[in-house]
């Protein structure tokens, strides 16, 4: 069975940080890019990151460019997302998924961990 | 950034009726591959976001044939041929031709 469990979120203070992880189990890590996404309190989703397979090439939003880092250890079967100079508006649920390359879509999601940036 | 309008944001339905969802791109989803790169995701409540459609009309495994997907350029619709109670929940449109990744508002499906 598939699954992506997500763990890291809490509450921290504007200019904090924090680090999420996503394990995987249940297909091959490394054959797939992956992606995080969030979602604010009554917002819709935003696509935050993505990484390919071997972790060569990331992408980001702008909203979070230069303060996100996406990364991974395939040894590990876990995807990472280190949050630093946290705003209030980075304050969501936070979710990892499989992204399919075919398909340019994210086929398996993980549930989400809340984040919360407040003093 | 690409932007995605969907109407409407909210669907009362019928049990057993068709429903539909319709959405817009700011700009032309055509890649320079050829393809459309442009999916549709389910969210139940208390569950994670399920891929239903991607490439304008591909089914993902799993999911009902009820669900179809059509569309070309910057307008696109999501089809339920039949709303089942299970079917409650929010829809969303996502187009991945261009970063970053952008999604529609939601479109809240309710009996």
């Known amino acids: 069975e598939v699954q992506l469990l997500v763990s890291g979120g809490g509450l921290v203070q504007p200019g904090g940080s924090l680090r999420l992880s996503c394990a995987v189990s249940?297909?091959?890590?490394?054959?797939?890019?992956m992606s995080w996404f969030r979602q604010a309190p009554g917002k819709g989703l935003e696509w935050v990151s993505g990484?390919?397979?071997?972790?060569?090439?990331?992408f980001y939003a702008d909203s979070v460019k230069g303060r996100f880092t996406i990364s991974r250890d395939n040894s590990k079967n876990t995807l990472y997302l280190q949050m630093n100079i946290l705003r209030a508006e980075d304050t969501a649920v936070y979710s990892c998924a499989r992204w399919m390359d075919s398909g340019r879509a994210s086929d398996i999601w993980g549930q989400g961990t809340m984040v919360t940036v407040s003093s | 950034d690409i932007v995605m309008t969907q109407t409407p944001l909210s669907s009362p339905v019928t049990l057993g009726q068709p429903a539909s969802i319709s959405c817009r791109s700011s700009q032309s989803l055509v890649d320079s591959d050829g393809n459309t790169y442009l999916s549709w995701l389910q969210r139940r409540p208390g569950q994670p976001p399920r891929l239903l459609i991607y490439?304008?009309?591909n089914r993902f495994s799993g999911v009902p044939d009820r669900f179809s997907g059509s569309g070309a350029g910057t307008e696109f619709t999501l089809k339920i041929s039949r709303v089942e109670a299970e079917d409650v929940g929010i829809y969303y449109c996502m187009q991945a031709t261009q970063f970053p990744r952008t999604f529609g508002q939601g479109t809240k499906v309710e009996i």
């Open positions: 249940g297909f091959t890590f490394s054959n797939y890019a």
């Open positions: 490439k304008i009309s």
């Open positions: 990484i390919n397979g071997d972790g060569g090439r990331t």
